[in-house]
């Protein structure tokens, strides 16, 4: 997927477009504060108004850094022009990704794209999302698949609803046929509205249980907005959702975290083990103490890698939380490019699950890079 690109400077005069960054001819002096704007008043705002050099503005000033939402994004994108040094915090069809049945249709095609160019052993290793049916277009091929495997549980979840909306579990086909029935005959709706697309996914068995209950944990990627064809993808080696426990048998949304680009773009998403769904407008209010910690540090680390202050050489593996996992192709923990023939042992840069200094690690990063910068002068 290319999200689209902004319009162009020729553009600016049009009354119909507005612009963000500097005046024209004029490049962003080093040290000048970057003007940040958000509507959000969470964790986000309080991480803002505590970086140094940040100063937020309000209304209709010109920014350098907005975290938007998604509405924002949809009435503003193609009628904004923004300067090359400007980032936001979506791209712009982000709900290839964030609509749970674009999703899995994009999830499938890449599946056999690799079964096409790289052959069967290959598109066998995409194997982390669940088999999945958009309902009622797909309908006979889940009748087909369910009646394959008896007695199992499954969930089905509105396309374009969230916060656990309108999901529900199943076992029977009857509970289809009675929802569909229910959904098209209720008081407030008529025979000829069409029923609303859900996706018919398979119930994830032998959950990770704590105490007989339910706990989901999820990391979080970065997908730092990539020039031309280069892209970073950085994961981050905290964990970044608070465990959210369920009794078994019962399915209860988690508070995940997530954002994400063109080159002015920089998304934050969440993939658990198995990739179940993204959000698009991931909850950053916090919930107890440690949750409000463990938000401020990701929101910082974030920040960290956007480095809207230009100090990073963009040749950093480990920032704060975040490992740097593809740039170009797969990142090798060792130095040097990666052995891909297959007779190497190709480490891939992660630290997931290790314990990490992260204010240790940004000392000696910005340490390092001060070093760097004296020595080059």
Not at 19 to 45: C, D, V, W, Y
Not at 207 to 232: D, F, K, N, R
Not at 256 to 285: D, F, G, I, M, Y
Request: aromatic share 10%.
């Amino acid at each position: 997927m290319v999200p689209a690109r902004g319009p162009k400077k020729s553009q600016v005069n049009n009354q119909n477009y507005k612009g963000h960054g500097l005046s024209k001819g004029k490049e962003r002096e080093q040290g000048a504060p970057i003007r940040f704007k958000t509507a959000l008043m969470n964790t986000l705002m309080d991480v803002l108004r505590h970086r140094p050099g940040w100063v937020e503005v309000k209304d209709e000033g010109a920014w350098d850094f907005y975290w938007c939402d998604v509405s924002w994004l949809r009435e503003n994108f193609d009628h904004t022009y923004m300067d090359e040094h400007v980032r936001i915090s979506h791209f712009r069809n982000h709900y290839e990704l964030t609509r749970k049945n674009y999703m899995v249709k994009n999830l499938k095609r890449f599946r056999k794209q690799l079964e096409r160019e790289a052959g069967k052993l290959e598109a066998a290793k995409c194997d982390f999302f669940p088999k999945t049916f958009e309902l009622p277009s797909e309908y006979h091929l889940f009748v087909e698949e369910f009646r394959k495997n008896p007695g199992i549980t499954w969930i089905m979840k509105p396309v374009a609803r969230s916060q656990g909306k309108g999901i529900f579990l199943f076992r029977r086909l009857k509970d289809i046929m009675d929802w569909r029935k229910d959904t098209r005959n209720s008081d407030d709706q008529k025979d000829d509205i069409p029923v609303e697309n859900y996706v018919a996914q398979r119930y994830i068995e032998n959950p990770y249980l704590i105490g007989g209950e339910m706990a989901v944990s999820a990391p979080a990627l970065l997908l730092h907005g990539y020039q031309s064809v280069s892209q970073q993808a950085l994961t981050s080696s905290l964990p970044r959702a608070q465990p959210d426990t369920r009794r078994e048998g019962t399915h209860g949304k988690r508070s995940v975290l997530q954002s994400p680009t063109p080159s002015h773009c920089s998304p934050l998403l969440s993939l658990p083990r198995w990739l179940l769904e993204v959000n698009a407008s991931p909850s950053l209010t916090a919930s107890s103490q440690e949750d409000y910690e463990l938000k401020t540090c990701l929101l910082e680390d974030t920040l960290h890698v956007v480095d809207m202050e230009a100090r990073l050489t963009g040749r950093e593996k480990r920032v704060g939380g975040f490992d740097l996992m593809w740039n170009d192709g797969p990142v090798s923990r060792e130095e040097g490019p990666p052995d891909l023939s297959g007779t190497g042992n190709f480490v891939t840069n992660t630290h997931l699950g290790c314990v990490n200094d992260r204010k240790k690690q940004l000392r000696q990063l910005f340490c390092s890079l001060q070093v760097q910068k004296k020595a080059s002068n």
